[in-house]
């Protein structure tokens, strides 16, 4: 856990626009967001990078970077005024002064490209892992059952597959 790469690292031929994209998560993600939001963003932008043949070679950088943002506020419930941070949709579209049409369509190109689904635990802010039911579920002996009430050894031989995060506080 998590099954994604958390590396930056990029082909040589897609740094430039690595660095394109990721100033500008960085800099929304600093005014309006967070340091954790950045580094996923920037580990979602190196995941895109990755890809054969890469998604990012084609269109505009702030485009991307609006996606990338957005994708993961729907994975991270941004758009929900009970968690922190949060901001409403039209902020994102409005900074990087695109159509609301433009930045789903995107955000849900990246997200079928990587299979990204809401709370999806390799997604997920750090600091709201613990919360996110999904990154505990796990079948045993054909039952779903939530890992942190599951017994301990089941908790040690799941997080030794890295199937939970980490092992629960009791």
Known sequence: MPKRST????????????DEITQLTDAFSQTY??????????ELTATLCRKRPSP???GKVGTWACGIIHALGMVNFLFDSSQTPHIAASQIWEYFGLSSSTMQAKSKQIRDLLGIDMMDPDW???SMIDTNPMAWMLEVNGLIIDARHAPRYIQEEAFRKG???????T
């Open 124 to 126: 997920t802010l750090p």
């Open 7 to 18: 590396s930056q690292n990029v082909p040589k031929e897609m740094q430039p626009r690595f």
């Open 56 to 58: 990012l070679v084609r």
């Open 33 to 42: 967001l967070n340091d954790e939001y950045a580094q996923l963003c920037r």
């Open 163 to 169: 199937l939970i995060p980490h092992i629960p506080e």
